[in-house]
């Protein structure tokens, strides 16, 4: 076991009976009778009860043990309740849990900013601070259109930006802008993720009300799909030449998840915009958005009130667990790790595509997917890998790919383990190819 496996406890599974348990099952009908309907699926097998979590072990509230291959949506990079961060949370609430974001800064906010710049590739030289990823998106559509004047986005097929409103502008992912079509405004440019450069150029050159391009360098939701070689680049050199600003969304991708800090340092690109979240506190939500400086100052001088802001821009305790997990990412070189354990996993994985249900592999870092048959096989095997103790999510744009994002601190004795029980139950299912 690696040190970091032993900072983290790094257990394996531990399922006793029945999944759903019975605490499980005693708790959903209340959440069935409270919550909106549409917020969490409930059936007989799925889901079950978090209590706990510490590194890449999850614990539900009937005593089992998992091994998390989602870091909670690519969160806890840093793994789950990860000490550092808690305390610096616990610390930074004793002393002042709320401030207020665009009136009285803070000295923690200060520091977290320079932080933040000194680890986005240098040429990003303002932020601005959100809570969600969709809200750092939605400053970023709106920064696009100040410094260009113009108000259309180019985004691709698949993308996953957000579920507000002004980020379901630029969403791929028909389900999500259907039931609001008649609100959206039609003037989003759907391209295909990885297609020909030159029929890309094209397509935008037909385009002159585009603001900018937004794109995710490796599609998370889509089902971790990585596009070709050279290709992030080539999109860069596009915009250039059409005057188009590149924003990229690294909300999943960001804090070492793929195996550099960002995605975009893998091809040497430096967007004009760059949103991060999730993984940035390991858990608190905190958000940002990062832009040139002549990009940023599009937006004109506060007189006093901002024309953008929050109730909670900036909370102090999320900027205190930024830091730490930051801190931590760099002091453990985790994007180095997410490399290393990649390619592990990826030979592991290698035995798994040779199965006639399962129709590609593919990721980088510690991102990847299994794309499957149809969705019921990914669904199926979601299901039964809960039973045995591995948590992992259905992503895709039909539901047919398993990802597999773990905490960057995962043990490889764990990994291996929650590998070993997918290929199982990939191996026991009966398809012909
Ligand atoms: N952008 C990407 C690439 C994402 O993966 C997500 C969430 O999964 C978002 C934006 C939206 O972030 P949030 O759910 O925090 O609003």
């Given at each position: 076991?690696?040190?970091?496996?032993?900072?983290?406890?790094?257990?394996?599974?531990?399922?006793?009976?029945?999944?759903p348990?019975?605490?499980?099952?005693?708790?959903?009908?209340?959440?069935?009778?409270?919550?909106?309907r549409n917020?969490?699926?409930?059936?007989a097998?799925?889901?079950?009860?978090?209590?706990?979590?510490?590194?890449?072990?999850?614990?539900?509230?009937?005593?089992?043990?998992?091994?998390d291959?989602?870091?909670a949506?690519?969160?806890?990079?840093?793994?789950?309740?990860?000490p550092?961060?808690?305390?610096?949370?616990?610390?930074?609430?004793?002393?002042?849990?709320?401030?207020m974001?665009?009136?009285?800064?803070?000295?923690?906010?200060?520091?977290?900013?320079?932080?933040?710049?000194s680890?986005?590739?240098?040429?990003?030289?303002?932020?601005?601070?959100?809570?969600?990823?969709?809200?750092?998106v939605?400053a970023?559509?709106k920064?696009?259109m100040?410094?260009?004047?113009?108000?259309?986005?180019?985004?691709?097929?698949?993308?996953?930006?957000?579920?507000?409103?002004?980020?379901?502008?630029?969403s791929?992912?028909?389900?999500?802008?259907e039931?609001?079509?008649?609100?959206?405004s039609?003037?989003?440019?759907?391209?295909d993720?990885?297609?020909?450069?030159?029929?890309?150029?094209?397509?935008?050159?037909g385009?002159?009300?585009?603001?900018?391009?937004i794109v995710e360098?490796?599609?998370?939701?889509?089902?971790c799909?990585?596009?070709?070689?050279g290709?992030?680049?080539?999109?860069?050199?596009i915009?250039?030449?059409?005057?188009?600003?590149l924003?990229?969304?690294?909300?999943?991708t960001?804090?070492?998840?793929?195996g550099?800090m960002?995605?975009?340092?893998?091809?040497?690109v430096?967007p004009?915009?760059?949103?991060?979240?999730?993984?940035?506190?390991?858990?608190?939500?905190?958000?940002?958005?990062?832009?040139?400086?002549?990009?940023?100052d599009?937006?004109?001088?506060?007189?006093?009130?901002?024309?953008?802001t929050?109730?909670?821009?900036g909370?102090?305790?999320?900027?205190?667990?930024?830091?730490?997990?930051?801190?931590?990412?760099?002091?453990?070189?985790?994007?180095?790790r997410?490399?290393?354990?990649?390619?592990?996993?990826q030979?592991r994985?290698?035995?798994?595509?040779a199965?006639?249900?399962?129709?590609?592999?593919r990721?980088?870092?510690l991102?990847?997917?299994?794309?499957f048959?149809?969705?019921?096989?990914?669904?199926?095997?979601?299901k039964?890998?809960l039973?045995k103790?591995?948590?992992?999510?259905?992503?895709?744009l039909t539901?047919n790919?398993i990802s597999?994002t773990?905490?960057?601190?995962?043990?490889?004795?764990q990994?291996?383990?929650?590998?070993?029980?997918l290929?199982?139950?990939?191996?026991?299912?009966?398809?012909t190819?």
């Open positions: 076991m690696d040190r970091l496996g032993r900072m983290n406890e790094a257990l394996l599974e531990k399922i006793h009976g029945k999944i348990g019975a605490q499980t099952r005693a708790l959903v009908p209340n959440l069935a009778r409270t919550e909106s917020v969490t699926y409930l059936s097998d799925f889901p079950v009860f978090w209590r706990s979590a510490k590194g890449a072990n999850v614990t539900d509230v009937d005593g089992n043990r998992y091994i291959l989602t870091a949506f690519g969160v806890a990079n840093v793994g789950h309740s990860n550092e961060v808690a305390a610096a949370i616990a610390a930074q609430a004793e002393l002042l849990m709320h401030a974001g665009d009136v009285h800064p803070t000295e923690i906010k200060n520091r977290l900013l320079e932080k933040l710049l680890i986005v590739p240098s040429g990003l030289g303002k932020v601005f601070l959100a809570s969600t990823g969709a809200e750092a939605e970023a559509l920064t696009a100040l410094a260009t004047g113009k108000s259309a986005f180019a985004a691709f097929h698949g993308a996953y930006h957000g579920l507000s409103l002004g980020t379901l502008e630029v791929g992912i028909p389900k999500f802008r039931p609001f079509k008649h609100v959206l039609d003037r989003t440019l759907l391209l993720f990885g297609m020909d450069p030159d029929v890309l150029r094209a397509a935008l050159s385009r002159p009300d585009l603001a900018a391009v360098p490796v599609q998370g939701r889509a089902g799909i990585v596009p070709p070689p290709w992030l680049r080539a999109l860069r050199s915009c250039d030449e059409m005057r188009l600003l924003i990229l969304d690294e909300i999943y960001g804090f070492g998840r793929t550099t960002f995605a975009c340092e893998y091809e040497l430096l004009d915009i760059i949103c991060i979240g999730k993984a940035m506190a390991n858990g608190f939500p905190i958000s940002a958005m990062l832009a040139k400086p002549f990009v940023m599009a937006w004109p001088l506060s007189g006093g009130e901002a024309l953008h929050s109730t909670s821009l909370n102090p305790m999320g900027c205190a667990a930024a830091l730490a997990t930051i801190a931590q990412i760099e002091r453990s070189d985790l994007p180095a997410a490399t290393q354990l990649g390619l592990h996993l030979t994985l290698a035995a798994a595509a199965h006639p249900c399962v129709r590609a592999i990721g980088r870092g991102m990847w997917g299994i794309q048959r149809d969705a019921a096989i990914a669904e199926r095997i979601v039964l890998a039973t103790g591995v948590i992992v999510l259905q992503a895709g539901g790919v597999i773990p905490p960057l601190i995962i043990a490889q004795p990994l291996d383990r929650a590998i070993d029980i290929d199982g139950l990939i191996g026991s299912e009966s398809c190819a």
